[in-house]
Every structure is written in structure tokens, then in C-alpha cells.
């Protein structure tokens, strides 16, 4: 039977030690003081029974026995850390499957990835569309849901943004559209099968009389939202899917935007605080959204 070595947490000082042949040396590679090495290094002695260190003059040299240990124990820790850190690697590299919205995904989360892929060239990051009820670990790891839905409560949810939404058009056709603010008669109201009561909502939430309009029906949110840039009519447009065509010109919002009362979440399984992609991702995630909430409050 094997005797039980006790003195295991002290080979890392033995190894410093033996290959400065200092304790001095060591306790400083270590962030350590002369005393703790000293003493952890005695401690192994003690457990072995023999003298790890010839000791003269506060110089210390191996013995046969310490040279042949120190072998050893280097050669065993670094097959170790050697197997830690491509453990580390390989959940570092390890692709990582976000669900997504498939609007929110074109027009917001897509044009931000390369700031991720800066962030973590090495990351695999791989999207999938969907919407609605979710089931996290059936090949996808990640998801970003409106919460328009009951969220399951074995997941943790984390905030990223309050919707707002607001009625958008070209900016060259704002005065044919709008007049101080306000809807014209003769202005096409945009709609889609995915949101059918986006407008409505709007009318309730700004207090606005929606009256009787032109409209045309799209059988996604993104078609409509496109139909607007394309000069069709006017579309119910959330802030985060089209601030960049505010940025860029291509849209404007004659009549801002409100709250209703819905928010985007991050969906991640319970308990995984590893440091991986997935933690990569949602650590992104958090510092973007933060950097863009303050943009929302403008409005």
C-alpha cells in the first residue's frame, strides 16, 4: 500500500526552489516571503524523511535525492498545467450557438459582431433565427428573446433593453408622411403578420388617434421596416432596429418613440460561471448594451 503524502501543495515552492537553488529567488517568483517556501519545503522534507537541500551559509544546493524529486516533480506538475490550459483552450475555442430574433439579429446584432470578433478572434460564434419559447442545451447554448412570452424559470435571464417604438419613414418624404409631428390622412401605414397590433400599440401608448389610412401588410416585421426605407409609406419601428438608419440618414422618426412595456432578455442556463465563450459573449453583450442604453434615453 502507499503511504499518504501529506506535503502535496508544497512541490510547486520544492520546484521554485530547486531550480533557482534559492529560496529567496523562489519566494519571489512565487509573490511569496523567504519564510513560506522555507517552511513548505521543510514540511516535504519531513514527510519524505530525508534532506531535499544541502544548507551553508544561507546558500542552498540539491542533494541526489532533491535533484531526482525535482526531476520528477517537474516533469509531473508541467504535464499538468500543460493539461489544465489545453482544458482551458479548448472550452475557450468551443462554439457557442445564440439564438436570436431574426430581425433583432439582421439589423442590430449581425452589424455589431465584428466589435466581438475584435474582442475574440478566436470565438466561434454561430446564430440561429428564432422567436418565442426556447429550449437551451437541444443545440442551442444561448438565446435573446423579447419577453412577450412566459420565460421559463430555469434559466437565467439577463436585461439588455426596454423596447421603444416609434413610427419611421425616408427622411425626403417626412412632409408628404408627417405634419407638425402628426400622421396625415393620406400616409401608408405599414404592417406585419409577425406584430400585427404594432401601430395600435403605438396609437394607445403616445395617445394618438390613428384615423382611417392607406395600409400595407408584410408577412415579416423586417419586410416592413425595409418597405419604409424603400419610400412604401411609414412603419412602427423599435429604436435598437433601426438606430443606425436614424444615424445614417436613411430613416427618421417625425414623432419619437415610447416604451411598450416589453423588453429584450439574454437567456442562459442556470450555474455556468466558466470562463469561456459563452461568458465572453454575454460579458460583450452586457458592456454594448450599456454603452447604447444611454443613446435610448434621448427619446
Known amino acids: 500500500m502507499r503511504s499518504p503524502i501529506t506535503s502535496l501543495p508544497a512541490l510547486p515552492c520544492f520546484r521554485a526552489a530547486a531550480e533557482f537553488e534559492s529560496f529567496s529567488k523562489a519566494a519571489n517568483s512565487l509573490n511569496l516571503t523567504h519564510s ?28 541526489d535525492a532533491g535533484h531526482k524529486l525535482a526531476q520528477s516533480v517537474a516533469h509531473g506538475l508541467g504535464h499538468i498545467e500543460d493539461t489544465i490550459n489545453s482544458i482551458r483552450t479548448e472550452q475557450t475555442h468551443a462554439s457557442v450557438t445564440v439564438s436570436c430574433e431574426p430581425t433583432l439579429m439582421m439589423r442590430w446584432l449581425i452589424p455589431r459582431l465584428p466589435t466581438f470578433r475584435t474582442q475574440y478572434p478566436e470565438a466561434d460564434i454561430r446564430l440561429v433565427a428564432g422567436g418565442g419559447p426556447v429550449a437551451l442545451g437541444d443545440g442551442i447554448d444561448l438565446a435573446i428573446r423579447r419577453d412577450d412570452f412566459d420565460l421559463p424559470k ?37 404592417h406585419s403578420r409577425t406584430r400585427p397590433s404594432a401601430w395600435h400599440a403605438w396609437a394607445s401608448l403616445s395617445k394618438t388617434a390613428l384615423g382611417v389610412h392607406p395600409e400595407t401588410e408584410f408577412e415579416h416585421f423586417y419586410f416592413s421596416l425595409q418597405a419604409a426605407i424603400a419610400g412604401l409609406g411609414v412603419a412602427i419601428g423599435p429604436w435598437h432596429l433601426v438606430q443606425d438608419d436614424l444615424d445614417a440618414g436613411i430613416l427618421c422618426a417625425p414623432a419619437g418613440f415610447v416604451q411598450d412595456g416589453s423588453s429584450y432578455v439574454l437567456l442562459a442556463p442556470e450555474g455556468n460561471a466558466e470562463q469561456n465563450v459563452q461568458s ?11 454603452n447604447e442604453r444611454h443613446l435610448s434615453r434621448t427619446f
Request: glycine share 4%; proline share 4%.
Open 154 to 190: 430555469n434559466y437565467s435571464k439577463a436585461m439588455l433593453f426596454s423596447e421603444l417604438i416609434g413610427p419611421v419613414c425616408r427622411p425626403d418624404l417626412q412632409d408628404r408622411f408627417f405634419q407638425n409631428g402628426l400622421l396625415r390622412p393620406d400616409a401608408s401605414l405599414l
Open 280 to 290: 465572453c459573449f454575454r460579458d460583450w453583450l452586457t458592456v454594448l448594451v450599456t
Open 36 to 63: 513560506a517556501v522555507s517552511r513548505a519545503v521543510r514540511l516535504l522534507e519531513d514527510d519524505l524523511g530525508i534532506a531535499l537541500f544541502t544548507r551553508r551559509n544561507r546558500s542552498v544546493f540539491l542533494t
